[in-house]
């Protein structure tokens, strides 16, 4: 039995009908999506709100070693405030291999950046960077 396609708004991650345009819940353009390439809906998909979506798009764009991708994972590393440990070490370690620098130094470089919403982002850094 064929399983049924679900959609969903790349901007705040609702299903949607696959007939409309406009999503009804956050009225982002669905149709913009069309034009996007593989890369940009990975690095959207970094704010998924399954953690494993995020982390999957951060493992692919540092296994594709999309410069854009760091500084993505890097936004949302700080961003998230449901940052948990495993999806900031998946952030830090992809990070790391795009960039290709260690762990530690990833982890200085972010220290040094505004606005942590995250105590667990600040602990895996501070972790990370001894």
């Known amino acids: 039995m064929p399983r049924e396609l679900k959609f969903f708004c790349l901007n705040c991650w609702r299903e949607v009908d696959p007939e409309v345009t406009v999503c009804p819940w956050c009225g982002n353009d669905l149709t913009a999506a069309d034009d996007m390439s593989y890369d940009e809906k990975l ?5 998924h709100f399954e953690p494993e979506t995020a982390i999957r ?9 999309v410069r854009e ?4 994972i890097a936004d ?7 940052l948990d440990p495993i999806m ?3 952030f830090l370690r992809a990070i790391a291999e795009i960039e290709g620098k260690s762990e530690t130094n990833v ?8 606005g942590f919403k995250s105590e ?3 602990r895996v850094v501070d972790v990370a960077s001894l």
């Open 43 to 47: 690095i959207k998909a970094l704010n």
């Open 76 to 82: 949302a590393f700080v961003n998230r405030a449901d």
């Open 57 to 65: 798009a951060a493992q692919i764009l540092a296994m594709k070693k």
């Open 88 to 90: 900031a070490r998946a």
């Open 120 to 122: 667990t982002a600040m």
């Open 107 to 114: 982890a200085m470089d972010l220290k040094k950046r505004d």
């Open 69 to 72: 991708g760091a500084d993505a």
